[in-house]
T-cell receptor
Framework: ELKVEQNPLFLSMQEGKNYTIYCNYS?????LYWYRQDPGKSLESLFV?????AVKQEGRLMASLDTKARLSTLHITAAVHDLSATYFC????????????FGEGTQLTVNP | DGGITQSPKYLFRKEGQNVTLSCEQN?????MYWYRQDPGQGLRLIYY???????QKGDIAEGYSVSREKKESFPLTVTSAQKNPTAFYLC????????????????FGNGTRLTVT
């Protein structure tokens, strides 16, 4: 059974600081997705990582994938309040067909 | 504009009643999914379908049923057998991932918040 673990689950940080969210998964995969969810809202796709060493950047967020370590990171640079949200990683396991398994989510709060 | 429409946004039901949540997409996606989200938790897969008239159970299918009579539609019925139905339900769709040309992310609807008392 594919397991996806994120840490930390809760992150409170000051504006202007940097931090990294980690996503570990338990089985072989080379397809990993990051999503953002605002309170009470749906999920918005942020990044699609499809190979070992893949790196994607959008604004203050940068995501990377290390398939050998079964690890993805979401790095936040110089955080701003607008980045406050819950961030989920999701993994497409090789044997799982067309389904994704989600991590528990990291609730990020950026304080002024 | 293409997208996924879930209705209603809020739904209130008495215990013991079945209730059906609607999900329609016009993205021409083959695959559709239903996820459940409880407060402060991640998403858990209920059912998914990759083709019309076919669907598979996810991790928490007990107490739920689905149908896929049309490509665009994937309604979810929460039956009285579901012990804790109060939750936020999210429908999603995608091209079928795993095919060489498709590694698209899931596109999500805006969700239905179901409260059963």
């Amino acid at each position: 059974e594919l397991k996806v673990e994120q840490n930390p689950l809760f992150l409170s940080m000051q504006e202007g600081k940097n931090y990294t969210i980690y996503c570990n998964y338990s089985t072989t995969s080379d397809r990993l997705y990051w999503y953002r969810q605002d309170p009470g809202k749906s999920l918005e796709s942020l990044f699609v990582l499809l190979s070992n060493g893949a790196v994607k950047q959008e604004g203050r967020l940068m995501a990377s994938l290390d398939t050998k370590a079964r690890l993805s990171t979401l790095h936040i640079t110089a955080a701003v309040h607008d980045l406050s949200a819950t961030y989920f990683c999701a993994v497409d396991g090789e044997t799982s067909g067309s389904r994704l398994t989600f991590g528990e989510g990291t609730q990020l709060t950026v304080n002024p | 504009d293409g997208g996924i429409t879930q209705s209603p946004k809020y739904l209130f039901r008495k215990e013991g009643q079945n209730v059906t949540l609607s999900c329609e997409q016009n993205l021409n996606h083959d695959a559709m999914y239903w996820y459940r989200q409880d407060p402060g938790q991640g998403l858990r897969l209920i059912y998914y379908s990759q083709i019309v008239n076919d669907f598979q159970k996810g991790d928490i299918a007990e107490g739920y049923s689905v149908s896929r009579e049309k490509k665009e539609s994937f309604p979810l019925t929460v039956t009285s057998a579901q012990k804790n139905p109060t939750a936020f339900y999210l429908c999603a769709s995608s091209h079928i991932r795993g095919l060489s040309s498709y590694n698209s992310p899931l596109h999500f609807g805006n969700g239905t918040r179901l409260t059963v008392t």
